[in-house]
């Protein structure tokens, strides 16, 4: 779902941009009295925060897995250094 929400948030900074670059004609009375620079840098700001929102990684661990009694951890590395990358039916 975050992805989701991280890609309207960079679509609608893509949008801003254009605004702000004048790549799109239209007039606003609210903004017209704020620097085209501002609009650009705003949207820009938007896609840069889209991006983080889309590429973060969601935590794995038991409290993403449903009913855990029945599944068996996959384990990767060795001794301490032993982590848990997935769960398989038992």
């Known amino acids: 779902m975050k992805k989701m929400v991280g890609y309207g948030v ?4 893509i949008v801003v941009m ?3 670059f004048g790549m799109v ?5 609210l903004l017209e009295g704020v620097a085209a620079n501002y ?5 820009v700001v ?3 925060v889209g991006v983080v929102l889309a590429m973060e990684k969601r935590s794995v661990g ?3 897995v449903r009913g855990g009694e ?4 996959i384990y990767e590395g060795v ?5 848990v990358v997935g769960y398989r039916k038992g």
């Open 10 to 13: 960079s679509i609608a900074g």
């Open 18 to 20: 254009a605004f702000g």
């Open 25 to 29: 004609p239209f007039k606003l009375a």
């Open 39 to 43: 609009i650009a840098g705003a949207g």
């Open 46 to 48: 938007l896609v840069v």
């Open 62 to 64: 038991k409290k993403n």
């Open 70 to 73: 029945d599944e068996i951890p």
């Open 79 to 83: 001794g301490k250094k032993r982590k």
